[in-house]
């Protein structure tokens, strides 16, 4: 979707309402983006704010299995036609604080703005980067004596499993001292 600045200019109160729902490729939602937008026309661009969420299908890093996870985005975007953002640059900036009205985009040179992907840049930043399917993610596949993967450990069996020593090296543990008996002495 795509919306002109002069069209923009066009309408009553220079504001346009979307109700977004659209698929976004290259994204791993499984389900289209919706929410309500808004994009307002000023005298140096225009502003897209609102909301959108979908879902999206993971994998966890952790344990490998795929889950789904909601996501919710808030978009507040401003967009100045080119030439408008330099405005200020006679000023140093290097010796003042960064206000919100400092972050802006270019517009393109025919003052379009694509919609659809500003929000599909908003959802790829907002996907979290390490992905875990929760607090009680069973964790890796453990390996057996045969070589082959076990079926993922489930909660205490999986901290039993790790607290027990390869008998090969037990005769190691009389060596030095250990934990529990230092405790009971």
Same mark, same amino acid.
């Given at each position: 979707?795509? &919306?002109? +600045?002069?069209?923009?200019?066009? $309408? @009553?109160?220079?504001?346009? =309402? ?5 698929? +976004? ?11 309500? +937008? ?13 909301? #959108?969420?979908? +879902?999206? !299908? ?12 909601? /996501?919710? #985005? ?13 405005? =200020? ?11 919100? =009205? ?10 379009? $703005?694509?919609?659809?992907?500003? #929000? ?8 979290? @980067? #390490? ?16 070589? !082959? !993967?076990?079926? /993922? ?11 027990? &020593? ?5 005769? /190691?543990?009389? $060596?030095? @001292?250990?934990? =529990? ?5």
């Amino acid at each position: 979707m795509k &919306i002109s +600045l002069d069209e923009l200019r066009t $309408l @009553p109160q220079l504001r346009l =309402d979307i109700n977004f729902n659209e698929a +976004l490729e290259g994204t791993q939602a499984v389900k289209p983006a919706v929410g309500d +937008l808004t994009i307002i026309a000023s005298s140096t661009g225009m502003r897209l704010s609102g909301k #959108v969420q979908t +879902l999206l !299908k993971l994998s966890c890093d952790r344990c490998l299995r795929p889950y789904f996870y909601s /996501l919710s #985005v808030d978009i507040d975007e401003r967009f100045v036609i080119d030439g408008f953002g330099d405005w =200020d640059s006679k000023t140093d900036k290097r010796d003042r604080e960064l206000n919100k =009205d400092d972050f802006f985009e270019t517009l393109p040179p025919d003052n379009t $703005l694509d919609i659809t992907d500003v #929000v599909y840049q908003a959802v790829t930043l907002a996907t979290p @980067p #390490v992905c875990l399917c929760g607090e009680e993610c069973p964790g890796p596949p453990t390996p057996t004596k045969s070589g !082959k !993967k076990a079926p /993922l450990n489930q909660g205490k069996e999986a901290r039993k499993a790790e607290n027990q &020593i390869d008998p090969r090296w037990k005769n /190691l543990k009389t $060596l030095f @001292p250990n934990e =529990d008996r230092e405790t009971k002495s």
